[in-house]
């Protein structure tokens, strides 16, 4: 499709279509990835949950069935420093719940890990050399992104704010992904944690463009042609959707996260960072309207969730993270491919009045 009215991220990532399948941790298959990727947008392979050898088999099954472009995402942080008087106070806090629904309290609290970049996953980014590498909470430590550029692979970052945009495009990003506060999932913001910062997409977009020399991607509560058509009109040159895959057969959800997924509204979703240390964007369940969906309690990132993980396996929807935008309720009946292709065309014609 060359009717698009900015070309800019088409030609940078060598894709046809200006749609990113938002990589999400968790949820996102190499299926997903495929399919996404068989529409002409560009799959985006999740690696924060997975071990080395399991992206390491997610990419080679990728790469087997396709020749496209592909975005692999890591997380970027740093991993806290042990707090055993932060952790005992949270498991406290969470007691009601265990003897309420009879888990073992005294049991040893499970281990939750979000795996940030570091060697071995640059080594595999060396194997498989992605077209596209894409980094949540900031970029990695320079001589790792040195080496990722040096693959000739295009850098894609998130940022919340214009001050991140900036930092990122200093920093060697080839594009920038606008993260609007309506995103589901973990907010990608890191020169801050202070949520008052965070601002909508339709004020983001434009002043992170103005900002910025280089391409801007427009993230957070998209899921139809209208969104892709207002995305363009603010200056991004493309959009990552999320949300909107989520309910797509390709998709890894539980059921509990599914059936909330089906019937949430758009006001029923929060920031929480009960489930991780960090804010994201659920569906707004049990925990986080009793406890309070910013509890200053939490442990940081990643630790927070493993306290919850006994209480999540006797109540799924009431103790699991139900990760998921503002436009959770533009439901469409699609597999991945198809609604890729439905979304672009969509949008087209929107943009071709």
Known sequence: MSTWPDTRILDLLGIDVPIIQAPMAGATT????????????LGSMPAAALSIEQLRDALSTIRQASTRPINVNFF??????????????????LQPYYRELGADFDAPTPVT???????????????????????????PEKSLLDRVKATGAKVLSSATTVEEAIWLEQHGCDAIIAMGLEAGGHRGMFLSDDLNSQIGLMALVP?????????????????????????????????????????????????SHHHALRHAQASETALTNLFTGRPARGIVNRVMRELGA?????????????????????????????????????????ATRELTTWLAEQALSRLSR
Not at 113 to 139: D, I, K, M, Y
Request: proline letters at 8%; charged letters at 20%.
């Open 30 to 41: 190499a299926q997903m990835v495929i399919a996404a990727n068989e529409a002409g947008a």
């Open 76 to 93: 970027c942080h740093q991993p806290p420093e042990a707090d055993d008087a932060r952790d005992r106070r949270w498991k406290d806090l």
């Open 113 to 139: 890990n979000r795996a940030p970049f570091n060697e071995a996953a640059c080594e595999v980014v060396e194997a498989f050399r992605p077209e596209v590498v894409s980094f949540h909470f900031g970029l």
């Open 207 to 255: 002043q992170i463009v103005d900002a910025v020399s280089v391409p801007v991607i427009a993230a957070g509560g998209i899921a139809d042609a209208r969104g892709i058509a207002a995305a363009f009109a603010l200056g991004a040159s493309a959009v990552q959707i999320g949300t909107a895959y989520l309910l797509t057969p390709e998709a890894t959800v539980s059921p």
């Open 294 to 334: 910013i509890n200053p309690l939490a442990p940081a990132f990643p630790r927070a969730g493993g306290a919850l993980l006994p209480l999540k396996a006797k109540d799924e929807a009431g103790f699991s993270n139900l990760w998921a935008g503002q436009a959770v309720g533009l439901r469409h009946p699609f």
